[in-house]
């Protein structure tokens, strides 16, 4: 990826990114002289310039009795970015309404392999009630598909976002081990579900969504986005919890 690439990337594309590194090789210079470098008409240059500086990456001198221009500090386009970051932060609230209330039918995604298990797990993460329900097949499966590493970083990632989970697992498919049982420094609590008990597939209810995680030998991952299953599980998931014994 090209510089001019990169800045499309972030929002700054085509003219403005051309005339903006035109200004940043110049230095102070007249407007025609960066719209010459920059490979745009007078016209078009003072209207880039005028959202260039709105952005705080371009900046007007007074020379001898005529208009400079110069680009500010490259530094400054990270500032831009965590000026659009807190912008979007602000309209996010509103914009998930809206999505929520557009969708009339099931959203529900499909993903294959590792890289798609990781991108439901990571979905599980983003959760708005930081209230997490999981009723886990094999702890065996998880390894193997995605290696105790990535594991013990996404259990890290939950915690740092502050997403409490409670958990149901299969005692006679642990093996003996015990890792993660129950421990609030962990926002974690775990209950063995009752005796016989085997599940093939890891299933996450949270807000209105499901995930469900296959084995190893099937390896694959949906998210189902429906406040009527969303519902549903967290109501077969109180009768488990229920009926499980605390680890």
């Not at 705080?56 to 680009?71: D, F, P, Q, W």
């Not at 329900?133 to 065996?140: A, D, P, R, V």
């Not at 890891?202 to 991952?221: C, M, Q």
């Amino acid at each position: 990826m090209n510089i001019e690439e990169a800045l499309g990337r972030i929002g700054i594309g085509d003219k403005r990114a051309r005339f903006y590194l035109a200004a940043l090789e110049l230095g102070e210079a007249p407007v025609q002289k960066v719209a010459d470098r920059a490979g745009i008409s007078r016209t078009t240059a003072y209207d880039v310039l005028a959202r260039l500086t709105r952005d705080g990456l371009m900046s007007r001198v007074e020379k001898g009795g005529r208009l400079h221009i110069a680009a500010e500090d490259p530094g400054r386009l990270l500032a831009v970015l965590d000026d659009r970051r807190r912008m979007l932060e602000g309209v996010l609230p509103e914009l998930r309404s809206r999505f929520s209330r557009s969708a009339t039918r099931p959203r529900i995604r499909f993903y294959e392999g590792r890289d798609g298990i990781n991108t439901v797990l990571s979905d599980t993460l983003a959760c708005r009630s930081k209230q997490l329900k999981g009723i886990l097949s094999m702890t065996s499966d998880v390894f193997k598909v995605l290696g105790q590493l990535a594991m013990e970083h996404y259990v890290a990632r939950r915690i740092a976002a502050g997403v409490h989970l409670q958990v149901v697992r299969s005692r006679e498919l642990e093996g003996g081990r015990t890792r993660w049982l129950s421990r609030a420094e962990e926002l974690r609590e775990l209950r063995w579900a009752p005796a016989g008990a085997a599940f093939t597939m890891t299933i996450w209810t949270y807000d209105d969504k499901v995930s469900l995680i296959s084995s190893r030998r099937e390896n694959f991952g949906i998210i189902i986005q429906s406040e009527e299953l969303s519902d549903l599980m967290n109501t077969l998931f109180a009768v488990l919890w229920h009926a499980s014994k605390p680890a």
